[in-house]
């Protein structure tokens, strides 16, 4: 398995700013995953982050809102851009190894 | 793109019975199938797995069964306890892409 962190675990910002999360991994992992998932609903990809390459962002997610960094290969950033409050939700980083695939705590984030 | 669909949406039974959660997928080409749990304000935690190559596997009071043709997939807990009271999402994976799909996710509650 895989242990994972995330930075913050949660934060209250204002409309109009930007968060940046962090997902750090205790191993050296080719594939991670960044969701959303809000209150009672299912995990949503936003997009998927592979070290030295551009993240593969989802069908309604773009590259602009949500800027995701993948300096090395325990280590991603997304950025939650120019926030509404249609943005709060749980954040949750995701790894995959030995083809299973394990979630970080999750950041929870309440825009106002 | 795959599409996965989990039934019920929510599910009480009485502790010591057993319970049952249903997911269908779409993808002939998905290969394997993870099974994770949820409790509030906790990640998603896997419970068991299952490849293609496989119709049954079973870890406990966990067991999980796959019927390739008809693409579904199921998962079983028997003697049911209250700490089993989660929500609990399938998911998909297609061996042509390295993302998973997730049900819409199941609320089980044991009643003691």
């Known amino acids: 398995s895989a242990v994972i962190s995330q930075k913050p675990s949660r934060d209250i910002c204002q409309r109009g700013t930007s968060l940046t999360i962090q997902c750090q991994v205790d191993?050296?992992?080719?594939?991670m995953f960044w969701y959303r998932q809000q209150p009672g609903q299912s995990l949503t990809l936003i997009a998927t982050a592979n070290q030295g390459s551009e993240a593969t962002y989802e069908s309604g997610f773009v590259i602009d809102k949500f800027p995701i960094s993948r300096p090395n290969l325990t280590f991603s950033t997304l950025t939650v851009s120019n926030m509404s409050p249609e943005d709060s939700s749980i954040y949750l980083c995701?790894?995959?190894?030995?083809?299973?695939?394990?979630f970080g705590p999750g950041t929870r984030l309440t825009v106002l | 793109g795959e599409n996965v669909e989990q039934h019920p949406s929510t599910l009480s039974v009485q502790e010591g019975d057993s319970a049952v959660i249903k997911c269908t997928y779409s993808?002939?080409?998905?290969?394997?199938f993870p099974w994770y749990k949820q409790e509030l304000g906790k990640r998603p935690q896997l419970i068991i797995d299952?490849?293609?190559?496989?119709g049954e596997k079973k870890d406990q009071r966990i067991a999980v069964t796959l019927n390739k043709t008809a693409k579904h997939f199921s998962l079983h807990i028997t003697e049911t306890q209250p700490e089993d009271s989660a929500v609990y999402f399938c998911a998909a994976r297609s061996n042509t892409g390295n993302q998973f799909y997730f049900g819409t996710g199941t609320s089980l509650t044991v009643i003691p």
């Open positions: 993808d002939s080409a998905s290969n394997y």
């Open positions: 299952i490849r293609s190559n496989v």
């Open positions: 995701s790894v995959e190894t030995l083809g299973t695939q394990y």
């Open positions: 191993s050296q992992v080719t594939m």
